[in-house]
């Protein structure tokens, strides 16, 4: 794939940097009746390690979250020098969890605005159904991938050069299309383990 020209410049195609969400309650005893859980004390400091350890914050240009509350958690923590620097986060159900449990089931968008709302932080996208999973919600296959196939139209019509999305480990594999593994020739894959 060769670079796009803009202007007689030559533009790289964006980075993008998926990140699945710290350690949440449910994490712990693999316990999806939490309703849309916190972040354990550990998701906290894992959260805390990406922010020390993650070396793209100055690159930043925006920042992607699903609406659950561990996805908002993980962001506030782990990208926080990003945030300092007054980074925009669009919080957008497009890239929340896949399943229909307690668990990954968002709280109502007056709820999070409440506990969550902060300057720079677009909550505009958490329409009202959005944790209804049923219609375009749905957690069956044909829903999530038209779920997934929507949010990497999303991506794609973003134009910042260093995007980061705060998103779930199940919900990557549909956003991705990757059942297995990391396919070479597709991009550069980085991992930090906190």
Known sequence: MSPAISNGQTLSPPIIHLVRHAQGWHNVDDDSTIKDPMLTPLGENQARTLASQFPYHDHITHIICSPMKRTMQTTLLG???????????????EFQECGDWPADTGTDRSLLEKEFGRPGWDFRGVVDDWNSKSGKWASDHPSLVARAREARRILKS??????????????????????????????????WIC
């Not at 990208?79 to 159900?93: E, M, S, T």
């Not at 980061?164 to 894959?189: N, P, Q, R």
């Open 158 to 191: 973003i134009k910042a050069q260093h995007i980061v999305v705060v998103t779930h480990g199940a919900f990557l594999h549909y956003l991705t299309e990757d059942w297995s593994d990391f396919k070479s020739g597709h991009g550069k894959f980085r991992k």
């Open 79 to 93: 990208f926080k020098p990003a945030l300092d620097r007054g980074v925009q986060v669009a919080v957008l159900p």
